[in-house]
């Protein structure tokens, strides 16, 4: 069983900073792409970013381009996603999550608990 524990959320003001941080248990994290994904009340969990097995290959949406950047250290089995410029809209709880490629994201089922964040106007 696999567990994602995240960690780094909070309230910030527009503009301002966060990272959040997803540590995995187990010792196959080096073989599966990992991402983030972000929900809001009443919507469904939309696709934020994601990094591949490596780290050499990394994808955004294209709301949090330039302003997210998603990274890993397979030594310690984390996946980072350091948001700047924070926007109001980027209010949501975010999850973790893996999958055997960057297309196939949370399929395996496996998600971490969520982190709010909430960005003040």
């Known amino acids: 069983q696999v567990q994602l524990d995240e960690s780094g959320g909070g309230l910030v003001q527009a503009g301002g900073s966060l990272r959040l941080s997803c540590e995995a248990s187990?010792?196959?994290?080096?073989?599966?792409?990992m991402g983030w994904f972000r929900q809001t009340p009443g919507k469904e969990r939309e696709f934020v970013a994601a990094?591949?097995?490596?780290?050499?290959?990394?994808y955004y949406a294209d709301s949090v381009k330039g302003r997210f950047t998603i990274s890993r250290d397979n030594s310690k089995n984390t996946v980072y996603l350091q948001m700047n410029s924070l926007k109001p809209e980027g209010t949501a709880v975010y999850y973790c999550?893996?999958?055997?490629?960057?297309?196939?994201?949370?399929?395996?089922?496996?998600w971490g608990q969520g982190s709010q964040v909430t960005v003040s106007s």
């Open positions: 999550t893996r999958g055997l490629s960057t297309q196939a994201l949370g399929v395996t089922g496996y």
């Open positions: 187990g010792r196959t994290f080096g073989r599966y792409a």
């Open positions: 990094i591949n097995w490596s780290g050499r290959d990394t």
